[in-house]
């Protein structure tokens, strides 16, 4: 059963290099480990600005979906944070956080003081270091598209019960085709850091249904968020496509970016649309 729901409002190391491997293995790899670097320097700004996840219509959509219950042990897979594991311990769920940088792995484990129920380890999604068919539900919240995707999804297989839910959350701006959505994007595209690639991997989103054998659901929430200046500094700056303080880019993205705010905000508060993506199902096989 498939829903589908829509709310209205480089080089490698000669370490790599002597890997009998094929190479796009090899590059797979060097991406992988590329990715687990991109929010260095940015997790406490991150903690502080990015948008939280609305936890009761997550839970209630995947009591409703999967029969999500407490006692259910959760992987949050590319955790950050832990904004995401947050959601699963408020339903009282024991989680693993599963983290590779250790900035954001670090800013977890300050979790750990309210959440008894709550374990982080240092691990990736394509190797999480957890047992084969151990986990009912494999979660990921805006890090899915960071992900070596065929290999991160056979080490979901390995570790999700024959019976276990795969759950995908993103959310954040949204990238729509009005001008205030258009000149932000174009920001980022031409004064940001390597956000080709970022926006590349953003579409995988488009086609999850593909990686779903049977119960796909999906839901969309669209929201609006008011942005003071700093707020909206903040969360820019948490996104990795952007030039940090030090970078040759950061003091012409920083203008450019105040000029945007001032053109677009009005008596100081900037009014953006946000989009929330919610996929959840069981894998193929294969």
């Not at 009282?92 to 800013?107: G, H, K, L, S, T």
């Not at 609006?224 to 820019?236: A, I, K, N, S, V």
């Amino acid at each position: 059963m498939r829903t589908r729901t829509r709310a209205l409002r480089f080089q490698p190391s000669h370490a790599l290099q002597s890997i009998k491997c094929p190479r796009s293995y090899v590059l797979s790899i060097i991406i992988s480990m590329e990715n687990t670097e991109r929010f260095t320097g940015r997790a406490a700004i991150y903690e502080r600005y990015r948008l939280r996840y609305p936890p009761d219509t997550i839970l209630n959509l995947l009591r409703a979906w999967c029969g999500l219950q407490p006692n259910w042990l959760i992987a949050d897979v590319g955790a950050g944070t832990g904004m995401f594991s947050e959601v699963f311990l408020s339903n009282d769920n024991p989680v693993i956080a599963i983290e590779p940088n250790q900035e954001m792995r670090a800013a977890c484990e300050e979790l750990l003081r309210t959440w008894p129920h709550l374990e982080v380890r240092d691990g990736t999604a394509e190797a999480t270091g957890l047992a084969n068919a151990s986990i009912n539900m494999v979660a990921a919240g805006r890090a899915f598209h960071w992900f070596d995707i065929p290999r991160a999804l056979a080490e979901f297989r390995r570790i999700l019960q024959p019976d276990g839910w795969l759950v995908l959350v993103s959310l954040g701006r949204d990238k729509g085709e009005d001008p205030q959505s258009r000149d932000f994007e174009h920001l980022l595209t031409h004064h940001g850091i390597d956000d080709h690639y970022a926006r590349a991997g953003f579409r995988v989103h488009e086609n999850l249904h593909e990686f779903f054998a049977t119960d796909h659901h999906h839901f969309e929430i669209d929201g609006q968020q008011q942005l003071d200046w700093e707020t909206f500094l903040g969360q820019t700056l948490s996104l990795s496509v952007v030039p940090q303080p030090g970078h040759p880019r950061a003091e012409t993205f920083h203008q450019l970016l105040h000029d945007y705010f001032n053109t677009h905000a009005t008596n100081g508060i900037l009014t953006a649309s946000t989009k929330c993506w919610i996929d959840a199902g069981r894998l193929s096989t294969q």
